[in-house]
């Protein structure tokens, strides 16, 4: 098992990406904390995980508040003493044309996000820079390095993030530190599966158009990236046993975007 004995912590893990990344880290020997804004599904996850016969527990965390961060960090250095992986996953959405867009509305993206981004990473290298070393993730998108219309919020947090994960690779590297941020294509996720029928009413088409013409256009197969596919290349990163492979964005897009 290529992660036996590794503590992560996952944001938004309850559902989605998060959740098959928590999942498959747990396969992979890693002792996983569970990090969700809904207590419920938090823990929902963690059992799984359990029954499963690996080792995870829940936290309560909304990503965007400082003291709940910092506090489900610590928990998890209490709970097995160490921390060696923290991914930032949690993620929402927001469609709506940029003339017509609110402040509050741009804001709750780009805190989510970019803030709680931020914050995962602060509390987490303050622990790994004690310890001698870890990895950070990122959960960025091919919108990390190209722009789709109607998403603006998201597509500008998404790009900030590759700034971020470069930056924690340059300072994090005097301390064993290692960053990457991943770039999937769309997955077929409740926030994708929300974007659906809100897509095809801004832009005035059916839903089955949005799939075929705007999601997976670009696509070399027509074909939508699994959670599976991002839970192995998050494994692989984490695994990679040294700062050979650093500050790197990974595009995993079914040939969406080439570079």
Not at 140 to 166: I, M, Q, T, W
Request: charged fraction near 20%; glycine fraction near 10%; charge should be negative.
């Amino acid at each position: 098992m290529r992660l036996e004995d590794r503590v992560a912590i996952i944001t938004g893990a309850g559902r989605g990406i998060g959740r098959g990344i928590a999942e498959q880290y747990a396969r992979e020997g890693a002792r996983v904390a569970v990090a969700d804004l809904e207590a419920a599904t938090a823990e929902d996850a963690a059992a799984a995980i359990r029954d499963a016969g690996g080792e995870a527990i829940a936290v309560t965390m909304d990503v965007t508040d400082e003291n709940a961060v910092d506090s489900g960090v610590q928990r998890v250095i209490d709970t097995w003493g160490r921390l060696d992986i923290a991914i930032a996953n949690a993620g929402v959405q927001h469609i709506e044309a940029l003339d017509k867009l609110s402040l509050a509305d741009w804001r709750k993206v780009t805190a989510v996000h970019l803030d709680g981004a931020f914050l995962l990473t602060r509390a987490a290298l303050r622990h790994m820079y004690q310890s001698g070393g870890g990895t950070l993730l990122y959960m960025g998108s091919v919108h990390s390095l190209e722009a789709s219309p109607l998403k603006s919020p998201y597509v500008a947090a998404k790009h900030a993030l590759l700034g971020l994960c470069r930056s924690v690779a340059k300072e994090g590297a005097a301390h064993g530190v290692r960053s990457h941020i991943i770039c999937p294509g769309f997955v077929r996720t409740p926030l994708v599966e929300k974007q659906i029928p809100e897509q095809a009413r801004e832009l005035g088409i059916s839903e089955d158009e949005v799939v075929r013409n705007v999601m997976l256009k670009n696509t070399v197969d027509g074909e939508f990236t699994t959670v599976e596919d991002i839970a192995r290349l998050a494994t692989d990163l984490a695994a990679f046993p040294s700062a050979a492979l650093t500050g790197q964005s990974f595009v995993v897009s079914h040939g969406w975007h080439m570079g």
